[in-house]
């Protein structure tokens, strides 16, 4: 795209935010106030009311990768909280409805101040959903896409949060990115000084989102409305600093609680206390057609976070489990769905996505 980056917008969105869109029934929209501006909050909660703590399902929080915005989750949102999951979506600094630094700021914006928007979401819905309940301690789900998958993992490294299960979904692995933009790695020595200047270059067209974030069957109408949610400009640091590994395996998984189900396995002797089954509470999804998040590096992901499991130091009770069932995926499970691509959950079969979410969640 010859002179793309003077098409491309360098002014930050008038008013700041953006003016609120329509959001379909169920969905509402609210704003977490941070020290640095407002975030965007999608919410979609179950109709039936809670009865009970112990039926109560886990809240559910999407988080959303470069470029994207918390309105990409809408469909997942109305698809879980119909099956009785409370749903909460953030849009980060210069994303969506939230606030939007100018174009330097943001461009310089590191991963640690992402970080901190989505701990800010996070630690406000554990909130809200603590008073829903009249419950403390109420942990989510953390589901991230691309580069907020990369983001979660930094984040639960650092000890920032807990969650009770994660789902890197066509997320950037924490053990290096180098190869996932291998897709744009040959047209790199013509647009380099392009693409350095603004971070939308190779995202300019509906072609280009097409290429990068569907399949090649998928009508270009649909990335049209699909293109209209990204982010006019993104952060370079936030993703540059994925390149190289930045978690060790064990440091993420120890930042995910309940691995122990409540069903245990009976004992092989009688008076011995019953071994806890073990849930798999770290979901890697890829999409067979992502050209960026490809399957053979999201199982090499996943393959790595078992070994790490393995090694953990954890509880007696627990290390029974895992030599109990050591011959299992333990504790990682790894899924490719047929015929999508790296915007699973914005394509028009969204649904394949959402089904194997949803299977992983009542295993939990």
Not at 102 to 121: H, I, V
Request: hydrophobic share 40%; with cysteine; charged share 20%.
């Amino acid at each position: 795209m010859s002179f793309g980056p003077f098409a491309l917008q360098w002014r930050r969105p008038s008013p700041n935010p953006p003016p609120s869109t329509p959001l379909p029934d169920g969905i509402s929209r609210s704003s977490i106030h941070t020290p640095s501006g407002p975030l965007e909050l999608l919410t979609a909660l179950p109709t039936k009311s809670i009865t009970s703590f112990e039926e109560a399902k886990p809240p559910l929080f999407f988080a959303h990768g470069g470029f994207g915005c918390a309105e990409q989750w809408l469909n997942y949102m109305q698809y879980f909280a119909a099956a009785g999951y409370p749903c909460y979506a953030i849009s980060y600094r210069g994303h969506g409805k939230s606030w939007y630094p100018w174009f330097l700021r943001m461009y310089f914006t590191t991963r640690g101040t992402m970080a901190e928007d989505l701990t800010a979401g996070v630690k406000y819905v554990e909130a809200l959903e603590a008073t829903r309940r009249g419950a403390p301690g109420t942990q989510v789900v953390l589901i991230a896409h691309s580069a907020g998958g990369a983001l979660s993992q930094y984040v639960l490294s650092r000890k920032m949060l807990q969650v009770q299960g994660l789902c890197m979904f066509a997320a950037v692995p924490g053990f290096g990115s180098w190869s996932c933009y291998s897709f744009w790695a040959a047209t790199a020595p013509i647009h380099f000084t392009c693409r350095g200047c603004h971070s939308r270059y190779l995202l300019a067209t509906v072609k280009q989102v097409q290429d990068a974030f569907f399949t090649s069957g998928t009508p270009l109408q649909h990335v049209q409305s699909f293109a209209k949610l990204l982010s006019p400009y993104e952060s370079m640091l936030w993703p540059m600093q994925a390149l190289n590994a930045f978690v060790t395996g064990p440091d993420v998984l120890s930042s995910i609680t309940g691995w122990a189900r409540r069903r245990p396995i009976p004992s092989k002797s009688p008076g011995e206390e019953p071994t806890p089954e073990l849930s798999q509470r770290l979901f890697i999804l890829a999409a067979e057609r992502d050209v960026l998040c490809t399957p053979a590096i999201l199982e090499d992901a996943a393959q790595r976070y078992r070994r790490a499991f393995r090694d953990i130091e954890s509880d007696k009770r627990l290390r029974g489990a895992i030599e109990e069932q050591r011959n299992a995926n333990i504790g990682v499970r790894f899924r490719v769905v047929e015929g999508v691509a790296h915007h699973m959950q914005n394509h028009e079969e969204w649904g394949k996505g959402a089904d194997e979410v949803r299977k992983w969640l009542e295993q939990l």
